[in-house]
């Protein structure tokens, strides 16, 4: 459920018309909902209650620091995947012992700079990694608490970008190699081990893959405690995933799974940790567009927005489908015809939809891209100089810009041309 719905046929964020959104900062724009991401996160908290747990989310779904700072307040830890993700969560006030460092290639700088803020845990992803962060750890005299991803080899049916959970993908360590990894982790000076690490992928809509994936943590769990390794802290990862269509079945909610998690590990005497990124921010967001022209093509007819595969990527890069609906409602009964809805990048992939149906819509017109929250801002780009799109946050009857729209003088004046030329 969110907070963008149609009150006398004009789309809210909330309590605020996005028509009104519009005018203050003009199309496109992205605009995410309070009361949504609160509702999302507490989903989370109440699906692990009697567990101990930290709800991590996973920044880079959506980094932008006022929805770090409202998740933060209500006591969230983050999942941070680069020396940026950390230094924009203490930015936001998060303290370092609530953030977890993940990612396959953290560098030495970015090691430091986490050593230096204070850190709650390192998710180390393989054996040079863990000799780096050793060297780091020692030289400045402190000891990192870490654990070790493991890579299950399950298959988490989802687009193959976006799984990381089997044999063949650069994710963590062979869950086969475990032993010997812990044992060398063990054995290396500045790293405490304190846990396991998983995380099969995203945008995952059965729960079977997670069953699959959290009984061989639990396994692994009893394993390591009998060569002697204290295990007191899971992270179980994050990739729960949400409906992107209508139509779509719907994905597991996080009451389901958290069932499934004390069902796995909830007898192990352990932490767990979380990072849901998409599931929290997902559907938290609107990307807004206007109609510039309507193209008749040849059998076809084209939509072309403001928005494009700068703004809102997922389309071009996953395949991915994005409900579109009008900002003003379409009246009952009026007739729908099919657009192919594109963007004004000079690529063909910036397609957002083939043959969708859509009400009669002027140029002026908008729309409102759903599900939008997540990984829209964050992969955007300025590919045709097209500027970074505006982020705006709504709660109840008020909005803020998150984030402006840069001019056209700041993108350009970026570039040296250098006095050679
Ligand atoms: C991407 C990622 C997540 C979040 O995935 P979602 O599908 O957005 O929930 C969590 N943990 C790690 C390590 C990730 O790489």
Not at 276 to 293: C, E, H, K, T
Request: hydrophobic residues 40%; negative net charge; aromatic residues 6%.
């Amino acid at each position: 459920m969110d907070y963008f719905l149609y009150r006398d046929g004009v789309l809210h964020a909330e309590d605020v018309p996005l028509p009104q959104i519009a005018a203050g900062v003009g199309t496109p724009f992205y605009v995410y909902s309070t009361a949504t991401l609160v509702r999302h996160y507490r989903l989370f908290k109440d699906a692990l209650e009697g567990l101990p747990n930290l709800v991590c989310y996973a920044m880079k779904s959506n980094s932008n620091q006022a929805v770090i700072k409202l998740l933060a307040d209500l006591g969230a830890g983050m999942d941070v995947v680069s020396g940026g993700e950390y230094l924009r969560a203490r930015a936001a006030g998060v303290p370092g012992n609530r953030i977890v460092f993940s990612g396959v290639g953290k560098t030495r700088s970015e090691m430091e700079l986490a050593l230096d803020g204070g850190i709650r845990q390192v998710n180390l992803e393989s054996e040079p990694e863990m000799n780096m962060l050793s060297r780091v750890a020692t030289a400045m005299g402190v000891t990192v608490p870490v654990t070790i991803r493991v890579n299950p080899n399950v298959d988490a049916g989802t687009h193959a970008k976006i799984a990381t959970g089997t044999s063949g993908n650069k994710f963590g360590i062979p869950i086969a190699r475990a032993s010997a990894a812990y044992a060398l982790a063990a054995s290396l000076p500045g790293l405490e081990v304190i846990g396991i690490d998983v995380h099969i992928g995203s945008q995952l809509t059965e729960l079977a893959p997670f069953e699959v994936a959290y009984g061989k943590v639990a396994d692994l769990t009893r394993t390591l405690r009998a060569e002697g390794h204290r295990i007191e802290r899971l992270d179980l990862g994050g990739g729960l995933g949400i409906p992107y269509a209508h139509l779509n079945k719907t994905p597991p909610v996080p009451a389901e799974y958290g069932a499934l998690i004390k069902r796995t590990v909830g007898n192990l005497d352990v932490e767990v940790e979380v990072e849901p990124g998409r599931l929290i921010s997902g559907n938290a967001g609107l990307l807004v567009a206007s109609v510039i022209y309507m193209k008749r093509g040849e059998g076809r007819d084209f939509l072309i927005l403001d928005a494009a595969m700068n703004d809102l990527i997922r389309p071009a890069l996953y395949d991915a489908h994005h409900d579109i609906i009008p900002v003003m409602e379409a009246p009952a009964g009026v007739n729908h015809q099919p657009y192919d809805i594109v963007g004004p990048v000079c690529e063909s992939g910036d397609t957002f939809a083939r043959g969708y149906p859509m009400p009669p819509l002027a140029p002026g017109d908008s729309v409102a891209f759903r599900s939008a929250g997540a990984y829209g801002a964050v992969m955007s780009s300025e590919y045709n100089t097209r500027p970074l799109i505006p982020e705006v946050l709504v709660k109840d009857d008020h909005f803020a810009i998150i984030r402006p729209r840069p001019t056209l003088d700041e993108i350009i004046g970026r570039d040296i041309v250098p006095d050679w030329l």
